[in-house]
């Protein structure tokens, strides 16, 4: 099993910048995936960004060209670099990992951090 600890929300003006950080208690080179997904109030959590063992990424269209995950395998944390933020980027932001371990597969979520943009 693997917990992890997002850090780094807060509040910030639109066109500010945050980076979220994701603490793993485990090497994240062997998780398959790693991402990071939101959810605002009323509304499904939904993908914003994720990277692969691989180091391959993928974005959400509304994070294209804003957002930047990144990881550092030695410390095992994946980060979520963002930039130009808008006020429907207000959020509660959520680290995920999903493996597969002896054929099974494997998800779990951290507790989240609080995003909020104000206009």
Do not use: H
């Not at 509304?43 to 990144?70: H, M, P």
């Not at 980027?89 to 979520?109: E, F, H, I, M, Q």
């Amino acid at each position: 099993q693997v917990q992890l600890v997002e850090s780094g929300g807060g509040l910030v003006q639109a066109g500010g910048s945050l980076r979220l950080s994701c603490a793993a208690s485990r090497d994240i080179f062997s998780i398959n995936t790693m991402g990071w997904y939101r959810q605002a109030p009323g509304k499904q959590r939904e993908l914003v960004a994720s990277i692969t063992s691989g180091g391959s990424t993928n974005y959400a269209d509304s994070a294209k060209g804003r957002f930047i995950i990144s990881r550092d395998v030695s410390k095992n944390t994946v980060y979520l670099q963002m930039r130009r933020l808008k006020p429907e980027d207000t959020a509660r932001y959520y680290c995920n990992a999903a493996w597969v371990d002896y054929k099974l597969g494997y998800s779990t979520w951290g507790q989240g951090t609080q995003v909020t943009v104000s206009s």
